[in-house]
């Protein structure tokens, strides 16, 4: 195997279980709406759309998507994350890398400062030498332009990087180049294409040797 320089993260279901925050924001949406809430798990694969995506899904309706989506976004800043929390073993995996020196990235569709609110929130923002999010790019997840970013930025080969995420996007995107990825699958229940390249694992300290 390459030598690995760059780790490449995802950040909503991979390192930071944020779905019960998520859902019970758009479900005060739903319920402005006079719509049923949503369960969990009609939203994990809604989290990896991007926002304009998601919300057009819950609020069932084209239109209006930008009124809903910016009142998602106020919600969420406004929100104190009080039931999230990061997922077993992560900090342990991420102590571990940068023990051996390797750069850590966050890679993700979620809005700039929502993304930051979140590492801020658990502590980890200082793990992260490159952050692309969704307002860094014009096409998002499973577009490779925030990866490519990511490569540029950092001057390191795809063939020393490998990617971790929870869903077919990030899948999509790491095999578009060749990129070994683990898959934390936790609650996605998301079919990825087993191969050589494809590591699954539902706790990070199975990642430390």
Known sequence: MNIVKLVVFDLDGTLVDSDK???RILNTIRKDLNLPS????????????GGEEMIKKVIEREEDVE??????????IEDPLINEKTFDGAINYLNYLKSKNIQMAIFTNKPKNLTIKTLKRHQIDNFFKYIVT???VILKKPDLEGLEKLIKISSISPKNIIMIGDSIFDFKVANLLSIPFFYHDVSSNQEIVNSKKVKIFNNFNDLID
């Open 134 to 136: 969704g307002d860094d």
């Open 21 to 23: 925050t998520v859902i």
């Open 67 to 76: 009124k809903y989506l910016k009142i998602f976004r106020k919600r969420y």
């Open 38 to 49: 949503l369960y969990q798990k009609d939203v994990h694969l809604l989290l990896s759309l």
